[in-house]
């Protein structure tokens, strides 16, 4: 079995910045992406940032030169860093990764339990 356990989400002002963190643990290989998604009320779950095993990069349009995701693959750890927040960016925040549980497992993905990030105007 596999937790994960994010961390950092809360209340701030437009333009102020957040770090979300999501460290992953239990019976665990190898990761492969690990990744970012939100959700606002009404709305449905969306990409915001994923990272590969190898220091890839994808962002989604919305948040390309605010947000930053990085990974610690000593601490099976990934951060979100936000900066230039705007109201829009208020949501559940939701971390995801791809675990392999063993060498000749396959990849599977797990969720963390969300953490909110609300945006005041």
């Known amino acids: 079995q596999v937790q994960l356990v994010e961390s950092g989400g809360g209340l701030v002002q437009a333009g102020g910045s957040l770090r979300l963190s999501c460290a992953a643990s239990g019976t665990i290989f190898s990761i492969n992406d690990m990744g970012w998604y939100r959700q606002a009320p009404g709305k449905q779950r969306e990409l915001v940032a994923v990272?590969?095993?190898?220091?890839?990069?994808i962002c989604a349009h919305s948040v390309k030169g605010r947000f930053t995701i990085s990974r610690d693959n000593a601490k099976n750890t990934v951060y979100l860093q936000m900066n230039s927040l705007k109201p829009e960016d208020t949501a559940v925040y939701y971390c995801?990764?791809?675990?392999?549980?063993?060498?000749?497992?396959?990849?599977?993905?797990?969720w963390g339990q969300g953490t909110q990030v609300t945006v005041s105007s």
């Open positions: 990272i590969t095993s190898g220091g890839s990069t």
């Open positions: 995801n990764v791809d675990v392999k549980v063993s060498r000749w497992s396959r990849g599977y993905d797990y």
